[in-house]
Every structure is written in C-alpha cells, then in structure tokens.
C-alpha cells in the first residue's frame, strides 16, 4: 500500500509568522521520506491563512532535491487559474529534476476568493478546467501543445520533452457527483478529498466506473488515493479529545475559506451541487457539520487507526492514502508527535496491504520520440 505525506502550510487566524509556519512544515516535510513514507504531497491555494502554498510545483522541485526515492504529487495543480502551456512545462521540468517521481493532480478549484484574486469568472470554471485537462493531458504525450476552443495554443513543443508517460500517474480531485464522469473521460485517476459520507462517495465511484467502461473500455487504472488528517494518540480518550478539537477547527478553516454559509457558496455554473452543504450547515449547525467531517478521518489510537484506513480502503478500492499530520493551528510538538507515532505503530502495517504499486512508466525512445514531434503530419 502506497503511503504518503501532505503538506498543508496553514496558519489560522495568523497565530505564528508565515515564516515560522514555513520553517516548520518544511521540517515536518523533510522527515518524511526517512520516517518511511512513500510520497510528499502539496495543495494549491492562495490569499489567505487557510493553506500558504501558492505553487505546489514550486515546493516539490524543493523536496525532489530533498529526498532520493519518494513520489512527488500535486494535490492539486488547480488548471483554470493557470496558463494550460506553463503548466506543462513545469510538470515536465519537475519529473526530469526528479527523475521520473512526479505525480500529477489537477483539480478546478472552488473558493471565491481565489477565482476573483486571479479576475476569472468561476460560472467558466469547469468548461476551462476540461479544456486545460485535456491539452495538458495530451501534451505530456505528444511533446507539444496546440489547440483549445478558448486557448486557441499555437503548436508549440514541450521543451523539456517530457520523458516518461503521465499515463497511469495522473489523477483529479472529484468532490461533486457529476464530476465522475468528467474525469472518467479524461482517463484519469481519482483523488478523493474526505468531505462527505464513504457511502456516497462509494455511489459517485459507481458512476465513475461505468463512465469509464463507456469510454475506455475496461477498468480504471490507477485506482483512487484518498486524503485524509489524522490524529493518533496510544490514549484512547485523548485521541479522541485531541482529534475533536483539531479536525473541529480544521472543518471551521474550510468553511471560512470556502464561504460555505454565505449566500453566493454553490450558486455559480456546474457549482450547484455544493448549494446541499450550505443547507446541511444551514439546518445541523456548524458545529455538527464538523463533528461529521471529523468523524470521517482516520483518528484514534494505533489500532483505531488502521481500522479506520482499512475500511476506506475495502469501500473505495484505494490502491494509497495522502495523509496530513498537521493542521489548523496544531501545535507543532503535538503535529511532530502524531507524524513519528503513526510511522512507528501504523505506518508498517498500511504498508503490507496488497494494492497495485503506482504505476511507474517506461522511458520514451527519445530519438523516436523527438522526431515523432517534430513529424509535420503530428
């Protein structure tokens, strides 16, 4: 089983200097790979105190120069808010510097404040993700880039080539139901990001899968990864005290971040779907909605842990896991403590689980590859 490291660079309420935050995520980050994880993971976001990576790219270049052997994935490369060209030149830099390590996630993005810091219109923001996919897709294929009914690219080549196929390495985060099918057209893996009940996200799975025979073919490959905030303590009862507050108040970043109780939140174009939490807060409270969302992460002790996993595991047929250790303000003693403690008790045994590995790709016969580019007939 394929076990990962998130990162999450949060800084609620400003409680330390963005520095302080950096310094010790970086820390927490670089214990990684030696504590025995098998990637290191970043989230795009940007404005505020609610995740300070700006450039996931950016932060993996850092950790490949870090690491020797650990995946490197973006959970997510937020496509509508960025230049489709750019964004494959970065990712074919990043998996030479790294050797071939990267993994790539794309996602849309949701928040208001990040679709208007940018002066994008967010109704287009899943017609320009689908585009942005599939250029970008396309163009870690092929070598280059062209066309787009909005992007109207130029042909241009990728330079760096990319090296190595992102087939099979490439992923998309899909919240809403009718996103499924989005992502099973574009051929490409599921990141699922914990925000509602297993048992619904095992239905959108369904719909995923059947989307994917319609248009591929055969199965899904690669099977999903799931994220996921963990909490473990060999106390029991102070686990589950400890793992109420922090993921309670992780819940209370989102929902500030997201404006989930505002009357905008859910009301742009193919956001309609995301209306239901302002109802569900609306009507339970903000409170209960986030003793639900706690209740979805893997929390407890040692043992709890791994039940917890396994059983998200069994539902979604996950092949890996993107776990973060620190988050909403957590004290960064406490964050380190949880890190070593689930990479001492858990961490092993997740490991001998049976999954597919993460698919690794051949090389391209560069000189093939080259003058296969550079064929005037594509």
């Known amino acids: 089983?394929?076990?990962?490291?998130?990162?999450?660079?949060?800084?609620?309420?400003?409680?330390?200097?963005?520095?302080?935050?950096?310094?010790?995520?970086?820390?927490?980050?670089?214990?990684?790979?030696?504590?025995?994880?098998?990637?290191?993971?970043?989230?795009?976001?940007?404005?505020?105190?609610?995740?300070?990576?700006?450039?996931?790219?950016?932060?993996?270049?850092?950790?490949?120069?870090r690491t020797k052997t650990a995946k490197l994935g973006s959970m997510v490369i937020v496509l509508p808010w960025h230049d489709p060209i750019r964004v494959a030149e970065q990712v074919s830099m990043l998996d030479h510097v790294s050797n071939g390590r990267f993994i790539l996630g794309i996602g849309r993005g949701l928040a208001r404040i990040e679709y208007e810091g940018f002066?994008?219109?967010?109704?287009?923001?899943?017609?320009?993700?689908?585009?942005?996919?599939?250029?970008?897709?396309?163009?870690?294929?092929?070598?280059?880039?062209?066309?787009?009914?909005?992007?109207?690219q130029p042909r241009r080549e990728i330079r760096p080539f990319p090296f190595k196929s992102f087939r099979g390495r490439s992923y998309a985060a899909a919240v809403s139901p009718d996103s499924s099918p989005i992502m099973a057209k574009l051929g490409v893996g599921l990141l699922v990001i914990p925000q509602k009940p297993w048992d619904a996200v095992k239905k959108d799975f369904e719909v995923?899968?059947?989307?994917?025979?319609?248009?591929?073919?055969?199965?899904?490959?690669?099977?999903?990864?799931?994220?996921?905030?963990?909490?473990?303590?060999?106390?029991?009862?102070?686990?589950?005290?400890?793992?109420?507050?922090?993921?309670?108040?992780?819940?209370?970043?989102?929902?500030?971040?997201?404006?989930?109780?505002?009357?905008?939140?859910?009301?742009?174009?193919?956001?309609e779907s995301y209306r239901m939490i302002t109802k569900y807060i609306g009507k339970h409270g903000v409170d209960a909605a986030a003793e639900d969302f706690a209740k979805l992460m893997p929390w407890g002790t040692p043992d709890q842990v791994l039940e917890k996993l396994s059983t998200v595991k069994t539902m979604i047929d996950a092949e890996g896991f993107m776990l973060n250790f620190s988050y909403a303000g957590m004290p960064y003693d406490e964050a380190e403590r949880n890190l070593k403690l689930f990479s001492k008790s858990v961490l092993p045994e997740v490991k001998k689980w049976q999954t597919e590995p993460l698919k690794d790709p051949a090389e391209f016969d560069a000189r093939q590859y080259i003058e296969s580019v550079n064929d005037p007939r594509g």
């Open 1 to 65: 089983m394929h076990v990962g490291y998130g990162a999450v660079f949060q800084n609620p309420n400003n409680q330390l200097t963005d520095r302080e935050v950096w310094r010790n995520e970086l820390r927490l980050a670089e214990m990684a790979e030696p504590l025995g994880f098998d990637s290191v993971w970043a989230i795009e976001h940007h404005f505020d105190d609610y995740t300070m990576c700006p450039d996931p790219v950016q932060f993996l270049t850092y950790m490949a120069g």
């Open 208 to 271: 995923y899968h059947e989307s994917w025979k319609q248009y591929h073919g055969n199965t899904p490959a690669p099977k999903p990864l799931s994220g996921g905030l963990v909490f473990v303590d060999e106390n029991k009862d102070r686990a589950e005290e400890m793992a109420m507050k922090w993921l309670s108040a992780n819940y209370r970043t989102v929902v500030k971040h997201y404006e989930m109780t505002a009357e905008h939140f859910g009301t742009h174009k193919s956001y």
């Open 119 to 152: 002066r994008l219109d967010q109704n287009e923001g899943r017609a320009h993700f689908v585009e942005y996919a599939e250029l970008l897709l396309d163009a870690l294929e092929k070598g280059y880039m062209e066309g787009g009914l909005h992007t109207k």
